[in-house]
């Protein structure tokens, strides 16, 4: 049997054996005789939406069971990366490690005119554009600019405002985040902030 039947006759049984359903359903095939139009309106209503509850249940089952599936053949990655800049705007670079079991890879590159946030982001971009296949990704880095942007929300909720920030102020760098986020949404990315130039090696490598 197909895999997709499988799950379409699941969330059929769960519908159906769902006590709310079973309830509503008894109720609209009973109201006309004790209750009359009224009534029966209302149980037809009750229906549509125990039966619409059911759906939703169902399918968030799904979802999470399709979710453990995928992360048990996801590949996990981490990341470290670190951007910099000389005289902020001016000439800057960044850095990344991407690491996978054994393999280790490291990429570098630079602009000439540009700002130290847009080389942190561009790090990460770079990074997470030489993956070939949806990961799981622990990324590293000591840029709260980036961090806290990815992991508090900030960045969706600039692009959900036409990136526009909470002060009503323009967000900086939308051009990137853009692709960050689109990034973000094939990829599992998982922050972590760590101290600039301090004790972990690759953060100074990069």
């Not at 125990?50 to 996801?74: E, G, P, S």
């Not at 990074?127 to 070939?132: E, H, I, P």
């Not at 760098?173 to 689109?182: A, I």
Request: aromatic residues 10%; positive net charge.
């Amino acid at each position: 049997m197909p895999a997709i039947l499988k799950e379409v006759l699941l969330i059929l049984s769960l519908i159906i054996i769902s006590p709310a359903f079973l309830l509503a359903a008894l109720t609209m095939f009973f109201a006309p005789f004790y209750g009359g139009k009224e009534r029966a309106l209302e149980a037809v209503l009750d229906f549509v939406v125990a039966i619409f509850d059911q759906v939703c249940y169902a399918i968030d089952r799904l979802r999470a069971k399709w979710k453990r599936k995928r992360n048990k053949t996801m590949k996990t990655i981490t990341i470290y990366t670190d951007g910099a800049c000389s005289g902020n705007p001016g000439p800057g670079g960044w850095g990344a490690i991407l690491q996978y079991g054994p393999h280790t890879k490291e990429m570098s590159g630079g602009e000439k005119n540009t700002t130290n946030n847009r080389m942190e982001l561009t790090g990460v971009i770079r990074a997470l554009q030489t993956l070939k296949e949806p990961c799981i990704v622990e990324l590293y880095s000591d840029s709260k600019y980036v961090i806290d942007a990815l992991s508090k929300g900030w960045a969706k909720g600039w692009r959900a405002r036409n990136w526009i920030k909470s002060d009503k102020k323009p967000a900086l760098n939308p051009d990137l985040w853009e692709t960050l986020l689109d990034l973000c949404e094939i990829h599992q990315v998982h922050t972590h902030w760590v101290k600039g130039h301090a004790e972990n090696p690759y953060n100074n490598r990069c």
